[in-house]
């Protein structure tokens, strides 16, 4: 009979839904490195309290941001171990699993945010949470969340042709595409972690850095930049992992009521992603440290044409499939 009670999960110490309450409640801890008041630190707040509410506190999200818990050399890595059972990392940081993450740093790849929308919609994006990366990792993709087009920034010269670039060396946050990105502006660059990118940039390590304007703004990068130019040249984006046996592991009706938080956190997420860059844009315009150039149209496809080479490097490490899928789903 023990045998039997075993096999079950009964002798496992596996608990039931009334083993929770809000006295004693099921703990998600979910570590990410944006600022509280970044986009993707208002979604993480967000889906904590729908959480709450939907599971009358029998659940609780302990939301970890700012790296306190981890940062971006580790989150994955706690997140594999159990350590940490959600994470929201920029897509482009999954590349140690699999490279085809890095279509996000493809240059100029998506026109706009309906058509970054359309691809998180898609079959093809679901197509990236499939893969046998994930699961023999015990990770799981969630969902999709926005951030927005990334700027350049320095502070040796204002930014705008491919021959400001030369010289300069660049923060970038993973992988060999940004390399080559720089590297097809005749630029260095040197991945550093998000939270120590504020302390490299004051110190001169590196000249300059491309963000989203939201987390320009909140990690107040302007303070330790001299311009910034508009160039929008490529995105940065989220996507929301979980640890496997962990998710699995939940009761099955607070699972339902957690999953059911995250569909709507997502839909919050997707909704404010494009506002809160647009305010943040006008924030760093208007404190007056950091030169803001607003880049045409015509200038960005001269930067277009110049990382060209980027392409023709890696299409078939993302994948035609993959880059392909994205481009038909322009409107
Ligand atoms: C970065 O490292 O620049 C970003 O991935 C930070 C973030 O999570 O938005």
């Not at 099921?26 to 008041?37: E, G, M, Q």
């Not at 959600?86 to 279509?103: E, F, G, H």
């Amino acid at each position: 009979i023990a045998l039997v009670l075993a096999a079950c999960g009964g002798g496992g110490g596996a608990k039931s839904s009334d083993d929770y309450t809000k006295e004693n409640p099921l703990v998600i801890k979910f570590s990410h490195v944006t600022a509280i008041d970044s986009v993707k630190g208002k979604s993480a707040d967000y889906f904590a309290k729908l959480v709450d509410e939907k599971t009358e506190g029998r659940v609780k999200v302990e939301v970890y941001p700012s790296s306190q818990l981890y940062g971006d050399a580790d989150e994955l890595d706690a997140l594999m171990s159990g350590n940490v059972h959600m994470i929201a990392p920029s897509v482009t940081k999954m590349v140690k699993l699999d490279p085809r993450w890095q279509y996000v740093d493809m240059p100029f790849l998506f026109q706009d945010a309906e058509h970054v929308q359309a691809f998180f919609d898609s079959e093809v994006a679901q197509s990236l949470f499939n893969a046998d990366a994930l699961a023999s990792n015990d990770i799981m993709g969630k969902a999709f969340w926005p951030n927005g087009f990334k700027n350049f920034s320095s502070n040796k010269n204002p930014l705008v042709k491919p021959e400001d670039f030369a010289g300069q060396k660049f923060r970038a946050q993973a992988g060999k595409v940004l390399e080559a990105q720089f590297k097809a502006l005749n630029a260095g660059s040197a991945t550093i972690s998000f939270g120590e990118t504020y302390a490299a940039l004051q110190q001169g390590t590196v000249d300059g850095t491309e963000n989203p304007h939201n987390n320009f703004d909140t990690m107040k990068f302007y303070e330790v930049q001299k311009y910034y130019s508009t160039s929008a040249h490529g995105r940065l984006d989220y996507a929301i992992f979980v640890n496997k046996s962990f998710w699995e592991s939940m009761p099955e009706d607070l699972g339902k009521l957690v999953d059911e938080a995250l569909a709507e956190a997502t839909t919050y997420a997707q909704g404010l992603a494009a506002d809160e860059n647009a305010k943040s844009l006008e924030k760093i315009k208007s404190v007056g440290s950091v030169e803001v150039y607003e880049m045409s149209q015509e200038e960005r496809d001269v930067l277009k044409e110049a990382m060209q080479p980027v392409y023709d490097e890696f299409a078939d490490v993302i994948t035609k499939e993959l880059l392909d899928g994205i481009e038909a789903l322009k409107k």
